[in-house]
């Protein structure tokens, strides 16, 4: 039998730092965020004990000014480089990059990212353009999905952001995006948008 078949790290079991090792083996191996209750299943340890040492590790890290940093997105941990260090990171990573998107796209994204659910239609005539093959390029990618419809008239497909939206760029959840006020126009411009996408304006 494998010695390792089977390791318990609850409390009174193994110090303290076997269980923070034990969460960096696993975050760094792990591909997508991993939910601290997975992290607590697998350990066989309480959900708060594991947030308590994702916590400790993350100040840490942040203490030793280390080049990586142990992150919460999309309602789970996961260890990436730091932003102090982001120039190097950037020059390492080659600038052809077929993930890379386009500023159309990224423009799309915040638009669905602080509309949702947003149709195609909100979506282009908050741009000035039609949208439709960015959209179909973000769901592609796995950035937006088709989250409902609308009661109006047609019921055209609303979109909303996923999971891999909000690990890409960091955050936990919506509420954690920056306020809109720094890079929105005046209120009064914002108002006549409203306006011109309310279901009853548009034909």
Do not use: W
């Amino acid at each position: 039998m494998n010695d390792f078949e089977h390791v318990s790290i609850g409390p009174g079991d193994e110090p303290e730092r076997t269980a923070e090792a034990a969460v960096e083996a696993v975050l760094t191996v792990a591909t997508e965020p991993v939910e601290p209750r997975l992290l607590a299943e697998l350990f066989e340890l309480p959900v708060e004990r594991v947030e308590a040492l994702c916590s400790a590790l993350a100040a840490s890290y942040e203490q030793q000014q280390r080049g990586f940093k142990l992150v919460r997105v999309a309602g789970g941990y996961r260890l990436q480089s730091h932003e102090a260090y982001a120039g190097y990171v950037e020059r390492f990573v080659l600038d052809g990059s077929p993930q890379k998107l386009s500023a159309a796209a990224l423009e799309t994204l915040a638009v669905v990212a602080y509309k949702q659910p947003v149709s195609r239609s909100q979506v282009s005539a908050i741009r000035g353009v039609n949208a439709d093959g960015v959209l179909k390029l973000l769901a592609a990618r796995g950035y937006v999905e088709a989250v409902g419809r609308d009661t109006g008239p047609g019921q055209p497909i609303l979109f909303g952001t996923t999971s891999l939206f909000l690990e890409k760029i960091g955050l936990d959840a919506l509420a954690d995006l920056p306020p809109l006020a720094d890079f929105v126009p005046p209120a009064s411009t914002v108002e006549r948008l409203e306006q011109a996408l309310r279901p009853d304006n548009q034909a």
